[in-house]
């Protein structure tokens, strides 16, 4: 199993271009699914859970042709199986996603269910009732969703909470149900965004995504289409966390500055030094950072997926800063893990507690999920000596060649395969 090797203390400065966002590229590959024609998806990030949503689209029946110039060809002519298995769905809970487009292309679908994660217990309920509410049959049994329907109607769907993919299921099975379905509550989360300009794209009626009611009017049949991912913006905030906390200078390419408006007012408080531009972002770490206080939400707020790289930031900064975190039950699995490195953090219910120490020292850490590993990278990056990172797979879920880019900023890293 890889591990990776950090020497820190070295200021990151340079250029480098950003990925493809993870969390617009596997809902877009789940939407192929909706249509019998090729849907041509570029500016795809070359990551592991892109890899296995390959590998249960082509086990549906798809077809996929990945070009060199980071492009899927997703030909769903051939879909001849409605089941999404344990193996897969376990090792990516976004698998839930292929449950509306299968279900309302092909009448049924029958989905592993997804189960815990390091994360939470992250219920699948508010996908269900929505789809049942379209008419849906479901039922749950041996571990699995199995659901049904000839056609799904439209329908008024409240959601009680906000979910992003619950959000991007229902708004895709809404787009081949009949008639209107609206959305009541939706996630407003950039992703939710470029799939309904994907699905528009491929002949979809879709109003109101961006905010909190999404109107959909259902059509008989979608067609095909090419459409570009846009940049991702975790990725995005966790190097300018990275350019921050070594107190380094760092330009982002390819980024959208537009999906990061909280994470650069908050940033921007630490005393980081933000410029940016319609495609790039330009951060200059401060000599110390400032603390703040922070709390998780549902975008436009601080994103969750960029807590743990904030909290990393937070350990060096003098002072007390508090970080709530609002979305998930148990997202501060790296908090054991950056104690290790001399974080002073406590933890109260879903309240960190952070004391902000002199420095950190490099130590062997464990990976436990993508945000947390990323944070501990972070960490590594600003330690004084070595730190080992392993379970790595954890972040090539999620960053591509992590390593790779760090060490185009400078950064003294390496991956370890055995
Ligand atoms: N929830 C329910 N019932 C549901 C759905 C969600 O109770 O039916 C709860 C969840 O347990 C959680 C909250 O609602 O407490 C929000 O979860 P959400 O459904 O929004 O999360 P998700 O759609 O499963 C996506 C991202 C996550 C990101 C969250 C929040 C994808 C593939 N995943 O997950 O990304 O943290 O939204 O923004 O889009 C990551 O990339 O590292 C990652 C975990």
Known sequence: ?????????????????????KNATLPAMAASLLTSDRVHLTNIPHLRDVTTMVELLGQHGCGITIDEKLGVEVDGA??????????????????????????ARHGHAEISLPGGCAIGSRPVDIHLSGLEKMGATIELSGGYIRASAKRLRGAIIPMNLVTVTGTENLMMAASLAQGQTILENAAREPEVVDLANCLNRMGARISGAGSSTIT???????????????????ETGTFMVAGAITGGDVTLT??????????????????V??????????VRGPSRPVA????????????????????VLMTLAPGDSRIVETIFENRFMHVSELQRLGADIRIAGNTAYVRGVDHLLGAPVMATDLRASASL?????????????????????????????FLA??????????
């Open 78 to 103: 051939g879909v001849n199986n409605c089941r999404a298995p344990y193996d897969l769905v376990r090792t990516m809970r976004a698998s839930i996603l292929v449950m509306g487009p299968l279900l």
């Open 409 to 418: 900023l400078g950064a003294n890293i390496q991956r370890l395969s055995n």
């Open 1 to 21: 199993m890889d591990k990776i090797l950090v020497r820190g203390g070295k200021p990151l400065r340079g250029s480098i271009p950003i990925s493809g966002a």
């Open 216 to 234: 959909i009017d259902g059509v008989d049949t979608l067609h095909g289409c090419t459409h570009a991912i846009l940049p991702d913006r975790i």
């Open 377 to 405: 990278v972070l960490a590594g990056l600003v330690a004084r000596g070595e730190t080992l990172l392993s379970r790595v797979y954890h972040i090539d879920r999620g960053y591509e060649r992590i390593e790779e880019k």
């Open 273 to 282: 030094g933000i410029d940016t531009g319609p495609d790039w972002i330009r």
């Open 254 to 271: 390819g980024a959208d500055p537009e999906t990061l408006t909280d994470p650069i007012i908050r940033l921007r408080e630490c005393g």
């Open 292 to 311: 703040i206080d922070l709390e998780t939400q549902p975008y436009p707020g601080f994103p969750t997926d960029l807590q743990a790289q904030m909290m």
